[in-house]
Nanobody, 120 residues
Framework: QVQLVESGGGLVQAGGSLRLSCTAS????????MGWYRQAPGKQRELVAV???????NYAESVKGRFTIARDNAKNTVYLEMNSLKPEDTAVYYC??????????????WGQGTQVTVSS
């Protein structure tokens, strides 16, 4: 099994910055993509940013130019640097990875979520 542990959420004023971290651990054989999703109250979970196994990165249009995803393969860790935060960025942010364990094929794993609240 693969476990994801997130950290770095919190309360920040509009225009501020936060950095989220997520580390994968467990019986990892290999990791494909790592990324971040978010879910605001009353809304569906949406993709924020994803970092493929190479250098490919994709961002939601709403965060382009403000958020940066980075990945440290040696540490099985993905980061999300969030700048110029807006109240509409308020949500629970979930780490996601597509990984293969030593006993299963590739599948999606999710973190427990970390709250990000941006005050106006």
């Amino acid at each position: 099994q693969v476990q994801l542990v997130e950290s770095g959420g919190g309360l920040v004023q509009a225009g501020g910055s936060l950095r989220l971290s997520c580390t994968a651990s467990g019986s990892i054989f290999s990791i494909s993509a790592m990324g971040w999703y978010r879910q605001a109250p009353g809304k569906q979970r949406e993709l924020v940013a994803v970092h493929a196994s190479g250098t490919t990165k994709n961002y939601a249009e709403s965060v382009k130019g403000r958020f940066t995803i980075a990945r440290d393969n040696a540490k099985n860790t993905v980061y999300l640097e969030m700048n110029s935060l807006k109240p509409e960025d308020t949500a629970v942010y979930y780490c996601n990875t597509n990984a293969r364990s030593i006993t299963t094929g590739y599948r999606d794993y999710w973190g427990q979520g970390t709250q990000v609240t941006v005050s106006s």
